[in-house]
């Protein structure tokens, strides 16, 4: 079972650190990714770790603003926001799913099988 927490209320240009834990199994072997969903759109994917390896996925538009890490002792993946825009608004959820997975099959929504309950984010400005 995954657990989202750390959202909440900021303003434009602040910084929010998001953690991701798991109870019950631990994350090697997995694929942990941050999707988000603002409201009236689709889940939109933020970022991957490859909790084994360490490799960490972006899309252009987060990279350099957001970064992913992982925590082996706590079992938790983080992701640290900074210079939030308002259109970053959503609620964030995490998820993962068993290795391996195709780069092109990390991106993908539909290729997680675990996910956390979700964490809102409001960027105001």
């Known amino acids: 079972q995954l657990q989202a927490f750390g959202g909440g209320l900021v303003q434009a240009g602040g910084s929010l650190r998001l953690s991701c834990a798991a109870s019950g199994r631990s994350f090697s072997n997995y694929y942990v990714a941050w999707f988000r969903r603002a409201p009236g759109k689709e889940h939109e994917f933020v970022t991957a770790i490859n909790w084994n390896g360490g490799n960490t996925y972006y899309t252009d538009s987060m990279k350099g603003r957001f970064t992913i890490s992982g925590d082996n002792a706590k079992n938790t993946v983080y992701l640290q926001m900074n210079s939030l825009k308002p259109e970053d608004t959503a609620v964030y959820f995490c998820?993962?799913?068993?290795?391996?997975?195709?780069?092109?099959?990390?991106?993908?929504?539909?290729?997680?099988?675990?996910w956390g309950q979700g964490t809102e984010v409001t960027v105001s400005s």
């Open positions: 998820a993962a799913d068993r290795n391996p997975l195709r780069i092109i099959e990390i991106y993908n929504v539909k290729s997680y099988d675990y």
